[in-house]
Structure formats: structure tokens, C-alpha cells
């Protein structure tokens, strides 16, 4: 998993919005009784015009009907007219651009000479030096439909790369070409993932996975530990933060990448991986064997603060951050607290459906959020029922570093006037994003649709501003003798929570 801010958001089965299929005219025509000559004895010509208008209507949608086959037929022809052009070596190429066409959602317009331009400068800039006389702008048009300029500059490169024996493979060119059409979207979070990265990027977001339980990064071009998981295996093997991590199962980590790492590391429960560590100021390294097993990640934590207050942080949301805060909540209800506190700072974001359930614990009714996709279609998300802290006074923490998922709930909270937000500016990630699995095992995370608060405020680009802003560095940490906005909340709901609740 990577720390990011903008922690990939998913639905796993859109809700329909109300009253969804429910087409009223002519819900009420089935109802109309039968029209009855011997009671009803009208002139001749008020007679005639209901029934020409009648006529007409039918006419109409009998036309409608039958456009709707033919354009889908001509869609059909034209999709497999493209297809034919598609060189095969850039089949997946092809895959994403169909994918991106069709179901992007962000910002950003879909503009197809755009993402041809991307692609082919993708593909020129992993040519090196030679890339002037491989390819020029003369050989491609850009204004051609579809991705036929990126084909048009195929041709002409790929027989002179076999000419000269070049060491730039097809593959590592296909590549080239969807990151730099990708990147030509402009949105930063829509990208292209390796098999490898596919398949490490869809397991983070689980709260239980088998493995040894670290993050690993990149210090000085040395692959690290940047930190253990609490009572994980690697933890109690002795790892720590720092911890240069020269060789894995007896594989050197130079040049290795942080997903192959990851891959290598972990492994079903039970199977053992030898670590070739060295500790931070020792000079020999050493081996040190470390047994798999089911990790847990505890995204959810709190503790009384007393007066009666409750401290409730948040640090991702997974796919059981819903179960443990509705626990949470019913022992604090238990307990009588009067007022919450709900820490959602350093919080990347995590899954839809999850936010959706949590801020339901919250709120009695209405909208948590809506989305919008790329075709303009509006899918509202509504509060869930049975919320076991509807009434509890409330302040949510949140500051630049909360983004996405944290938002959500953030600004949902916001907008009923549920609670105050104290803190900083958020980092303004509103969008919903998509792993998309391709034919080769590679994929896509894209931009699916943007979401708006009940309010109807975008975040995407914008964040939430606090009702109270008070200014801290990310470095200081939470719940330190320093944090001034956890400070302030305490001080904000002392004042406002009966004395006799606490």
C-alpha cells in the first residue's frame, strides 16, 4: 500500500437513484379506464384531433425505436472498421484508449488527437537520442479519427527498429504509449499499472493480507523498510523503520522495484522469506528469517479523553474500517460520552462503499454524496439506516493530508451541520476511481466520476475549508503534547457539552 493522498475510491454496486425505471406518463396510461363511446358523445372534429395526436405519438416513438438498433449497428460497424487498423503488437494500447473514450470521468475533457499526441510522444521518448530520425511529425496526422495517427507512426517505426536491431522492444514501446497518453489526460490520478502493480495496488485495499506486514520504500536508491505493521511478523523479527533490505530470499534488491519487492516479500501464511538486513549503524548486514502470516491493519482506534469526551481516529478506510467504527460507537454510547471527536487527519481516503456506511453511523437521512460520470449521469449515494451516534455533539479533525474518502465523510458531516471542522484545508481529491483488469494481466486506475457533497460542492481540485482553521505541521505528531488542533477541539467541545453529561 502507498501512503498516497489519493488512495483509490470504489463502488462495488452503484446505488439507483430513486424512482429509478420509473417512467410516470405511462405508469398513469395503464391506469386511464376504457374510453366509452355510449357515455361520452362529443362532436366529430374534438373527436378526432386527441386521436391524430395520439397517432402522432406512436409514430414518433416507432421512429425512436428503430433509430435506436441502426445506431447501435453503425456504432458496431465502426468499432470493428477501427479495430482493423489496430497493429497487433498494440493491442492493449487500443484496450486503454477504448476504456478511456468510453468511461472517464474526470475533469479533464476527452480530446482524441490529445491522447494520440500522448501516446506517440510516449512512445518517441523512450527512443533516446535517435528519435529524430525514427520518426517525424510528417509521418502521422493527427487530425486522423480514432488512434489512426498512432498507428500511422507505428509503421514507420517499427520496421526501422527491427532494421537496426534496436534494443527498445515492442512491448517496452506499447508501454511508453499508453503511460504518455495517460499522462497526456492531465489528471494525476488516472494511471497504467504492470501486472505486478495491478495486483499489489488491488490487495491494499484489504484490511487482512498474508505476508510479514511492512511497507518498504526507497532510501538512496536502497530498497528500506519505512515501517513495520504493528504486531506483524516483521515487527516481531526485530525490523524497524530504516532497515536496508540488501537481498530477498537470496535475490539482490538493486534495481528492484518496490511492487516486485512487495511480490517477492509476501506469500501464503505459514512459508517462510529470508531477509538479508542491515540495521541502521551496524556494518555487517544480517539474515534474518521471517514466517508469513495473516496481517491485520487497524485502521480504527479510540480512547476516552475525559470530561467526557471520546477520541475516535480513522487512518484509512478498508473494507472492515465500517464494522470497528460502529463498534467503537456502541461502547462509547455505552459509556455515555457526551461529546466526539473523529480524527480524520493523514487519512489518504479508501473505499466508497465503506465512507458511505460510516458517515450513515452519523447522520439519520438523507445524501451522503452524489457522483456524476463522464456521460453526465447523476447516481446519488443516500444515508444508510440504524446509525448508532445520530445525536452525539461532534468535531471532525481534518488537514491538508486528508483527501478522498476523508473528505467525503468530512464534507457530508459539513453540509448537514452534523459537525464542525476544525483544522486546515484538505488536500481536494474528489474523485471516484476504477481499477479496470486488462487482457494481458496489466491494468488501468481511472477516473470514473467525480463525487459532490449533499450540497452539491465539488471537491476535486477545491478541498474542504475548515470552520475553524488552525495551522500545524504535518510532522508534528497526532495527539503529542503539540497538537494544537486536537487541542482546539477539546476546548471547542468542553464549551458546548453540558456540564452534567460529564
Not at 487530425?143 to 526501422?160: D, G, T, Y
Not at 516481531?236 to 517477492?264: H, K, P, Q, Y
Not at 483488469?437 to 477516473?447: I, N
Request: charge should be negative.
Amino acid at each position: 500500500m502507498h501512503p498516497t493522498a489519493y488512495t483509490p475510491l470504489k463502488r462495488t454496486e452503484p446505488l439507483a437513484k430513486d424512482g429509478q425505471g420509473t417512467h410516470a406518463p405511462y405508469a398513469t396510461m395503464k391506469g386511464t379506464r376504457p374510453f366509452v363511446m355510449s357515455k361520452l358523445l362529443l362532436p366529430t372534429q374534438r373527436l378526432l384531433r386527441p386521436l391524430l395526436w395520439a397517432s402522432l405519438v406512436v409514430l414518433v416513438l416507432l421512429v425512436a425505436a428503430s433509430l435506436g438498433p441502426i445506431e447501435r449497428l453503425q456504432q458496431l460497424r465502426s468499432d470493428r472498421a477501427a479495430t482493423a487498423h489496430v497493429p497487433k503488437e498494440l493491442s492493449t494500447l487500443w484496450e486503454v484508449w477504448k476504456i478511456v473514450v468510453e468511461d472517464y470521468g474526470g475533469k479533464e475533457k476527452v480530446d482524441q488527437r490529445t491522447l494520440s499526441e500522448g501516446a506517440i510522444q510516449g512512445m518517441v521518448s523512450v527512443l533516446g537520442d535517435k528519435a529524430a530520425t525514427y520518426l517525424t511529425p510528417a509521418d502521422y496526422d493527427l487530425n486522423a479519427p480514432n488512434m489512426e495517427a498512432v498507428w500511422q507512426a507505428w509503421r514507420v517505426l517499427s520496421p526501422k527498429l527491427r532494421e537496426e536491431n534496436a534494443s527498445v522492444t515492442t512491448q517496452v514501446l506499447q508501454e511508453a504509449a499508453i503511460k504518455g497518453m495517460l499522462h497526456a489526460l492531465g489528471n494525476p490520478y488516472t494511471t497504467y499499472l504492470l501486472p505486478d502493480e495491478y495486483d499489489l495496488e488491488t490487495q491494499s485495499l484489504s484490511s487482512k493480507f498474508d505476508g510479514i506486514g511492512i511497507y518498504v520504500t526507497v532510501i538512496n536508491n536502497q530498497l528500506a523498510v519505512a515501517v513495520p505493521i504493528a504486531d506483524s511478523p516483521a515487527e516481531r523479527a526485530g525490523l524497524v523503520t530504516g532497515d536496508i533490505i540488501l537481498e530477498v530470499d537470496g535475490s539482490t534488491t538493486t534495481n528492484m522495484t518496490i511492487a516486485e519487492a512487495a511480490r517477492r516479500i509476501r506469500g501464503p501464511r505459514g512459508s517462510s522469506v529470508e531477509l538479508l538486513v542491515l540495521h541502521e549503524g551496524d556494518g555487517t548486514p544480517r539474515r534474518i528469517p521471517v514466517t508469513r502470516d495473516v496481517v491485520k491493519l487497524q485502521t480504527v482506534t479510540w480512547q476516552s479523553i475525559g470530561e467526557g469526551l471520546a477520541y475516535l481516529r480513522i487512518s484509512q478506510f478498508l473494507d472492515d474500517t465500517d464494522e470497528d467504527v460502529e463498534n467503537a460507537l456502541k461502547e462509547m454510547v455505552a459509556q455515555n460520552v457526551a461529546g466526539l471527536i473523529l480524527d480524520l487527519r493523514r487519512n489518504p481516503g479508501g473505499l466508497l462503499d465503506t465512507t458511505v456506511a460510516v458517515a450513515s453511523q452519523f447522520l439519520e437521512d438523507g445524501l451522503v454524496l452524489y457522483q456524476v460520470d463522464g456521460h453526465g449521469k447523476r447516481t446519488d449515494l443516500p444515508v444508510l439506516e440504524g446509525g448508532a451516534a445520530t445525536k452525539i455533539p461532534m468535531v471532525v479533525l481534518a488537514d491538508q493530508a486528508s483527501a478522498s474518502a476523508s473528505e467525503i465523510l468530512g464534507g457530508t458531516l459539513q453540509d448537514h451541520h452534523r459537525a464542525v471542522l476544525i483544522g486546515t484545508k484538505t488536500y481536494g481529491k474528489g474523485s471516484v476511481n476504477e481499477f479496470r483488469r486488462l487482457k494481458d494481466g496489466s491494468g488501468v486506475y481511472m477516473t470514473s466520476a467525480l463525487w459532490y457533497s449533499p450540497d452539491g460542492r465539488l471537491i476535486e481540485g477545491e478541498g474542504l475549508t475548515p470552520d475553524i482553521e488552525v495551522p500545524m505541521d504535518l510532522g508534528i505528531p497526532l495527539g503529542s503534547s503539540f497538537d494544537w488542533q486536537l487541542y482546539s477541539a477539546i476546548q471547542y467541545l468542553t464549551g458546548r457539552v453540558p456540564s452534567a453529561a460529564r
